[in-house]
């Protein structure tokens, strides 16, 4: 082991230990995410549901008795089967041959390059009432910038050295296109959704374990941006809305 990894994995062991202290401690969006999702499958009784970009990593489980759930990925797994009814092994941009009661994603639609795109066709195989639940990164934390400007070659470089542990969930190219709270309820309105409501989230401190003085700094930063009137400081948010009726 090289002089960098001992010094990385000496400050993670760091930031780990100081993660049990709620200064430091990420708000829990996965758990909000799923919870939003059951409720909705209790209420709304949506038959048929579609997760885009969940691949083998699904975010409910599939329940032939009371909806069905269809995957939808560029990157078929091969126990797809396991987790869904149906998969669809194509782009969210193409167009999608059925049409769904509900559709859900976590951190997916960061990665499209032209979200915009993405919504429309997303609201052309809704049906008429269907919803949507996505969580997507903020593009304007320190976290999300800094993958901006470093760009997708050398952030793999950045993340082998920095950040092994997370080598296998990282280093898809990112976009964010339209990634802010106020960009995405705008493009929503335009595209034609209603009853649109965004929740915001703060954390990303685990992007910084490597270099503990950032990670303190970046905890800083999250819990003045959670105080304070503007939600352009997110780390990430959660979308719901919906496609009127007819």
């Known amino acids: 082991m090289g002089l960098l990894s001992i010094f990385v994995q000496f400050n993670k062991k760091l930031g780990d230990r100081l993660?049990?202290?709620?200064?430091?401690?990420?708000?829990d969006f996965t758990e909000f995410l799923v919870n939003k999702i059951y409720r909705i499958?209790?209420?709304?009784?949506p038959k048929l549901i579609l997760e885009i970009g969940g691949a083998d990593r699904p975010l409910i489980e599939k329940n032939s008795c009371s909806y069905q759930f269809y995957g939808l990925d560029i990157d078929k797994p091969s126990c797809c089967e396991m987790f869904y009814d149906e998969f669809m092994d194509q782009p969210v941009e193409k167009t999608i041959s059925c049409n769904f009661d509900l559709i859900v994603s976590k951190s997916l639609l960061e990665h499209t390059e032209?979200?915009?795109?993405?919504?429309?066709?997303?609201?052309?195989?809704?049906?008429?009432k269907g919803m949507m639940v996505h969580y997507i990164p903020s593009k304007y934390h320190p976290y999300s910038t800094i993958l901006r400007i470093v760009g997708p070659k050398l952030q793999l470089k950045i993340i082998k050295s920095l950040r092994p542990w997370a080598l296998p969930l990282s280093g898809y190219r990112a976009y964010f296109s339209y990634c802010s709270p106020g960009q995405m309820k705008r493009l929503l309105k335009d595209v034609g959704f209603v009853n649109i409501e965004i929740?915001?989230?703060?954390?990303?401190k685990d992007y910084f374990k490597f270099f503990l003085p950032l990670f303190v700094l970046i905890a800083l930063y999250?819990?003045?941006?959670r105080v304070l009137p503007y939600d352009f400081g997110a780390s990430g948010f959660l979308l719901y809305c919906e496609k009127p009726g007819v």
Do not use: E
């Open 19 to 27: 993660s049990v202290f709620d200064f430091f401690k990420d708000d």
């Open 41 to 45: 499958i209790d209420t709304k009784k």
């Open 114 to 128: 032209d979200n915009k795109q993405v919504l429309d066709n997303l609201y052309s195989c809704l049906k008429p």
């Open 199 to 204: 929740t915001t989230f703060y954390g990303a």
């Open 222 to 225: 999250d819990n003045i941006m």
